[in-house]
């Protein structure tokens, strides 16, 4: 069985507010979940995920499904752009209101420069492994 949940996968959404376009980006790397919309993001743990939603997810793909889903139907809303501070969205979830801050990071990264960084470790990650199979062979060689 693969192990889905070590991965790098995003979606980009747009949300209509006060006369402009919001774009924002769904991202999935490793157990984390994050949205983006230029500097500000959001971080989600399986548990903040857990805790803000009130509901029992069995794995972060399900999570990261979830929050996709919402994007897509047109379930969140921004409630409010504070320049240089938050944006605050929401979404209602069994008539109850729920908030997603996503906070200003003046150091944040594009989505590329996580993509890219994931991708760099998997290939050390892989560079060490072939490393030691080669002196496992080469030991057992002679």
Known sequence: MIDDSNNFEHQEYSIF???????????????????KS???????THQNIE???????????????????????????????????????????NSKMIEIILLYNNESKSITHYGLNFEFKNLMSDIAQIKKDEHDILRHSK
């Open 17 to 35: 507010h006060n006369n402009s376009i919001v774009n924002f980006t769904i991202c999935k790397i490793n157990q984390e979940i994050m949205i």
């Open 38 to 44: 230029n500097k500000y993001e959001a971080k989600l």
């Open 51 to 93: 805790n803000l939603t009130n509901m029992k997810f069995d794995n972060i793909e399900k999570e990261y499904n979830y929050l996709l889903n919402l994007f897509q139907q047109n379930s969140i809303m921004i409630k409010d752009i504070i320049i240089n501070q938050s944006i605050i969205l929401t979404f209602i979830q």
